[in-house]
């Protein structure tokens, strides 16, 4: 395809929705974008929040919504868009699911008429697919770290210690759990690298972003990690697609989606890769010098590192623009901030803007740990938050809202600060809960940095879209940065505020180890 007018699009498929981005990467504007929820949207999967949640700890989802929600959003962005001027397309996915198929051909198989999940439904060898909310596995992580020598040991090779969500273990709780499902799996992928395969109509590889956040991959070699394998389960070399750059070109779209939704047959398809590495780039933080906090359903950190120290705090996955990056994820994000505006009764306006509207910090002994439900970051269990300080503190709807928000982001501050990440000059912040005022100034004054927003909405989606567009040579990654990744309204921390986060931080700290022992 030439000429200008040039479109790339990107897919962005989160634990709640499925939404799209297409952009112009000549002029640096986005052009149309859709978005599918899928509680709302496929209320048939019985999915409210896009999972299902089979016990306290364990939450899966079904492949199959995920093709429908596809296949809606692609219905919806043709209704706005001239998709045979779509020149690529890349996505980004939750990380760590995992799809299992009894056929490593089942792509190819794709034809006119029937809709995806109809047609690789059949192809299933494990009917929901266990997502990164789970934290189910202690166990196999366990046995697996038992195994190589040592959470040391997983560290060191693949950049993050044995972790319940990552695939590794959850394979291994399939191998041991469903050992005849198991046997008749011919291929596992991700939902990152399953998605790119249903576009691509072949079996995809995966991409390093999201090949590192398995426990599978050795950082050193960017290949699979023969010890890590083995220990995991058996035969699993053969049941796993190859491993690629993250800027590796997959093939043109199938001629399922040219037909059926108008995509030109030369759109190319640029593999797939996790959420946060994909963010990395739509906040422009690829390139170095930035962190970003994505305040999503999780709740994440993460920079641009070209030889990160491995660290049992964190994670390290590849930069899609080479080189790696350090994340840490906090899974009592938006669902935690949820739960206490349900429990106050209160709305957002009052949660994100209201109740910091006469905000003072006050190292005054008033603590929240906002754990609602189980944590990876660190790795604790709670079913409820504690609330720490005096009982008109407890009745204060706005200071305990303050106070969830300043707990939040401590933790976020303490685990940031363990993976030895460097302070950083500026924070950009992404995701549904950054339109919030509060929620801003507070990370700027628990972390000492600037904080500035984002003007794209998401960046998940539009690093897939950067991706797709750098593999087609329209830009540099600087050139791409610079077009699309627009800093606006800057948040400096408060007068004085350092003193007192110094100390209010040590006091979480010391509640977190009477409370938790972590
Ligand atoms: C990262 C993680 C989450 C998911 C869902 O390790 O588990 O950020 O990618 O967003």
């Known amino acids: 395809m030439s000429g200008k007018g040039k479109l790339f699009l990107g897919l962005d498929c989160s634990t709640q929705s499925f939404s799209a981005v297409a952009v112009d990467a000549e002029n ?27 016990s306290e700890s364990e939450f899966f989802a079904s492949p199959l919504m995920w093709l429908d929600g596809l296949e809606l959003l692609l219905e919806r962005l043709a209704g706005k868009l001239d998709l045979s001027k779509v020149c690529a397309i890349s996505g980004s996915v939750q990380q760590h699911a995992s799809v299992c198929l009894n056929s490593a051909d089942a792509f190819s198989k794709i034809e006119e008429g029937e809709k995806l999940s109809a047609q690789l439904g059949k192809f299933l060898s494990r009917e929901m697919s266990p997502i990164w909310m789970d934290v189910s596995t202690s166990q196999e992580c366990a046995e697996i770290a038992e195994a190589v020598g040592g959470d040391e040991y997983v560290l060191r090779r693949t950049g993050s210690v044995m972790t319940e969500r990552f695939t590794g273990a959850q394979i291994r709780k399939f191998f041991k759990k469903s050992p005849q499902a198991y046997a008749a799996t011919k291929r596992i992928h991700l ?34 990690d023969p010890v890590m394998l083995s220990a995991t389960a058996a035969g699993l070399a053969e049941k796993l697609p190859s491993l690629v750059p993250s800027d590796t070109c997959v093939g043109n779209i199938s001629p399922y989606f040219v037909k059926k939704y108008g995509f030109n047959e030369e759109c190319k398809i640029v593999a797939f890769t996790g959420d946060n590495p994909s963010s990395l780039v739509g906040t422009g933080a690829m390139v170095g010098g930035r962190a970003t906090v994505s305040l999503g359903t999780s709740d994440t950190f993460f920079a641009s590192a070209a030889n990160p120290t491995p660290n049992a705090g964190g994670h390290i996955f590849g930069n899609p623009a080479g080189g790696f990056m350090g994340l840490v994820c906090i899974r009592n994000g938006s669902l935690a901030r949820e739960k206490m505006k349900e429990s106050l009764g209160v709305d957002w306006h009052f949660f994100d803007n209201a109740a910091f509207e006469n905000y003072s910090p006050a190292d005054d002994g008033d603590i929240i740990l906002p754990f609602y439900g189980g944590e990876i970051s660190p790795k604790l269990k709670s079913s409820a938050p504690v609330i720490i300080g005096s009982e008109s503190f407890k009745r204060d709807k706005a200071a305990l809202v303050r106070a969830l928000v300043e707990g939040q982001a401590m933790n976020m501050y303490v685990q940031a600060r363990k993976m030895s990440a460097q302070t950083p000059d500026t924070i950009f ?57 627009k800093p606006n309204s800057f948040k400096e921390p408060m007068a004085g505020v350092t003193d007192i986060f110094a100390k209010k931080t040590a006091r979480f700290e010391a509640a977190m180890k009477t409370h938790y022992g972590v």
């Open 191 to 224: 939902n990152s690298s399953f998605l790119c395969s249903a576009l691509a109509g072949s079996d995809a590889p995966i991409d390093f972003g999201d090949g590192a956040g398995m426990n599978l991959m050795s950082l050193e070699t960017h290949g699979w």
């Open 28 to 54: 640096g504007t986005v052009r149309a974008s859709a978005s599918v929820n899928f509680g709302k949207d496929l209320p048939q999967y019985d999915a409210p929040f896009g999972y299902v949640q089979a």
């Open 429 to 485: 912040l992404t995701g549904g809960a950054a339109k919030s005022g509060g929620i801003a100034q507070t990370i700027a004054n628990v972390f000492g940095a600037r904080v500035a927003r984002l003007e794209s909405e998401n960046s998940a989606a539009l690093g897939a879209a950067m991706r797709a567009a750098f593999n087609c040579g329209a830009d540099s990654w600087e050139g791409l940065s610079e077009k699309f990744c």
